[in-house]
């Protein structure tokens, strides 16, 4: 089993669609999780940390359940340039490695 | 100010020759951690160096090794290649190592044939 998960998509939505994203996480012990954003053939991009009280960032949301080992992001309003591949990431207890999920991938089309 | 500098941006290598890859941190970052994104999947952590010490190793074959000198820069290094280490290697830097931090660089896109 992998350690961190995500469903690869591609989700294709029209613009002004509300998307959701999961993860799940095998390692309970996990201290921090992050969204990143990866656009094709690029470096990924810090997009935002996801805290246990949930947290919003415009039109991002992005909520921990530690109990179920499960992130979600939601993004609203969607826009053609939320087109990319979004990276779950979660650190180990120990250490300060990144933990990346495979990614899912967003289209949003006119 | 630069951000994270990779270099060379592409290579193409023939199976069973070395590679070194360089990364040059953000200014004042004193870790360079390495990544490796074979097409389609996440990035999977290999190295870690903090203050030239290794500080952390993923789950990669002796064949990978690493360097940070004493201006914080760092070479990856991969011995004898092989097809399968076709990919996208990605340097990270940050102040302390602290994962809040880290910045990527563009990476290295090496294709081993």
């Known amino acids: 089993r992998k350690e961190v998960e995500q469903d690869p998509g591609p989700f294709n939505v029209p613009e002004g669609a509300t998307v959701a994203f999961n993860c799940t996480y095998s390692?309970?012990?996990?201290?921090?999780f992050f969204w990143y954003r990866q656009d094709c053939r690029k470096e990924p991009k810090l997009l935002m940390s996801?805290?246990?009280s949930g947290n919003e960032d415009g039109r991002f949301t992005a909520q921990l359940n530690r109990a179920s080992q499960y992130i979600s992001l939601l993004i609203r309003d969607s826009k053609l340039s939320d087109s990319a591949t979004y990276l779950c990431v979660v650190t180990p207890s120990a250490g300060n490695m990144l933990t990346f999920g495979g990614g899912t991938r967003l289209m949003v089309k006119p | 100010d630069a951000g994270v500098t990779q270099s060379p941006t592409h290579l193409i290598k023939t199976r069973g020759q070395h590679v070194t890859l360089r990364c040059s941190p953000i200014?004042?970052?004193?870790?360079v951690s390495w990544y490796q994104q074979v097409l389609g999947q996440g990035p999977q952590f290999i190295f870690q160096y903090y203050e030239k010490e290794e500080r952390g190793r993923g789950n990669f074959p002796d064949r990978f090794s690493a360097r940070q000198f004493p201006n914080y820069s760092s070479e990856l290094n991969v011995n004898a290649l092989l097809l399968g280490d076709s990919a996208l290697y990605l340097c990270a830097s940050s102040l302390r190592g602290q994962r809040l931090s880290y910045t990527f660089g563009s990476g290295t896109r090496l294709t081993v044939v």
């Open positions: 996801v805290y246990s």
């Open positions: 390692n309970s012990a996990s201290q921090s």
């Open positions: 200014s004042g970052h004193k870790s």
